[in-house]
C-alpha cells in the first residue's frame, strides 16, 4: 500500500500500516477487476476497501484453495480460529493475522455492524459441506453472506447522497452480481472442487445435471442443453445488474467513476462469456486487456470531472450559495 493512501486515511502505526499493505497485496494479487476499480476510489478510501478484500480473500483461502488436501474439518477448525481472531480484534483492536487487524481497525472507523462478519463466515462455513443449491432462492440465501453483505460493508466507506438504508439493497444486489457472474465464468473449476453453484432448478429446466456437467468438463465436448442452462444464467445475472444499478446514482458523486467502472469490468465478463458461445466449462472467460484499459480511462475522466465540480462546489459554498442537498456525501 502506498505511504500516501495510508497517509490520507491516517493510518500511523507501523504495525496497522503494514496489515493493511498486506491486505493491499492480497488485492493486488488475486482481485485484478476489483484492483483496478479500487484505483479509482479517492485516496484515503482505499485501505478500507483493500481490508475489506484481504479478510474476504483470507476466508476465501481456507475454504478453497490453501493445502486442498486438508479434511473438512481441518478447514472448520481454521475458519473457527481466524472467526475467533476476528471477534477478539473487533473488542479489542488487536488480531493476530494481519488482515484482521486491518479489517477491525476499518469496522471501528466505518462502525460496520459484527453481524455482516458473521453471516460471511457462516457462508464460509457452509462450502465445507454444501455442494449444490436445489434452488435459486437457496442460492440467493448462501449469497447474502458470501455476497451481499460485502456490499453493505463497502457502502459506509464510499458514502451517499440519500440515507444508507435506500442504497443497501441496491449495493447487496450489487455484491450478488458480481458473485454471480464469478459462478458463471468459474462454472468449471468449481465442478473440480466438487461444487455446482448454479441452482439446479433453473439447469433441470433445460434438462442439465451435475452427471451431464461432469461429462462435459470431462470430455471437452459440447452439449446444447448446457449452453441453454448457462445462457438461461446469464439472463438471470443480468436482471439482478439491473437491480443494482440505480444505486451507483446514489453513491457519493466521487466515488460513482469507481463503482460504474466495476459494474462495467464485471459486467463484461458476461459478454466474454456470451462472445466464447459459453464453453466455461472448458476455459476462463476473460474481459480483453484493452477493455480494461479503456474502461479505466473513462473512469479516470470522469472522477476528475467530479474533482472538478466538487471544487467548484466548494467555491459555491464558500460564497454562500447553497448546493443540492442530494449532492452531500452521507458516511
Known sequence: MTARELAAAGITDPALRAAYTR???LNARHGRTYFLATRLLP???RPAVHA????????DDIVDDLDRHREPGERDRLLGRLEDDLAYALRTGRGTEPVVRAVADTAGRYALSPALFADFLASMRSDLHVTDYPSYAELRSYMHGSAAVIGLQILPVLGTVVPRAEAAPHAAALGVAFQLTNFL???GEDLDRGR???PADLLAAHGVDRD???WSRGTGRRDPRIRAALVAAEALTRDVYREAEPGIAMLDPRVRPCIRTAFTLYSGILDAIAAQDYAVLHRRAVVPRGRRAVSAAVGAAQIAGARLRARLHRDRAAAGVAGSPRERPVR
Open 52 to 59: 475489506l478484500y484481504g479478510f474476504a480473500r483470507r476466508a
Open 185 to 187: 465464468r468459474d462454472v
Open 43 to 45: 485516496v484515503a478510501d
Open 212 to 214: 451431464l456437467l461432469s
Open 196 to 198: 455446482v453453484y448454479l
Open 23 to 25: 491486505c493491499r497485496e
